[in-house]
């Protein structure tokens, strides 16, 4: 991928050894260090588990739309991953600074 950007709703592909293929899941990005090739993520989930440490967000709605997802997602605040930006497969969307600022009050 060229460029990445914090908010950036990316597919992140995980080898998955059990069935022998990569797996691509949604993500979040919530920083990036270019200088080590990373990236902080948040997994995003269509099973509705916001509480009080996810954000659910609705496809339809103008988030939604913006992100890209095709259904309805919670972002899951309770792990953040660093992962190589090589893992990065694609971008599909993006979050403005307002849902940015939701997930870092969650994180914090």
């Keep these: 991928m060229s460029s990445i950007h914090r908010g950036d709703v990316v597919l992140v592909g995980f080898h998955n050894a059990q069935e022998k293929m990569t797996i691509r899941r949604p993500a979040v990005i919530v920083s990036v260090n270019m200088i080590k090739n990373e990236v902080a993520v948040l997994p995003m989930s269509g099973r509705d588990e916001a509480g009080e440490k996810g954000l659910r967000i609705v496809a339809k709605s ?22 190589p930006t090589a893992l990065v497969v694609s971008r599909i969307g993006h979050f403005d600074e307002n849902i940015m600022q939701k997930l870092d009050k969650l994180l914090s």
Excluded: S, W
């Excluded at 095709?70 to 953040?80: G, S, Y």
């Design 62 to 83: 103008p988030e939604g739309r913006i992100a890209g997802l095709r259904i309805d997602a919670t972002i899951n605040c309770r792990f953040v991953a660093q992962i």
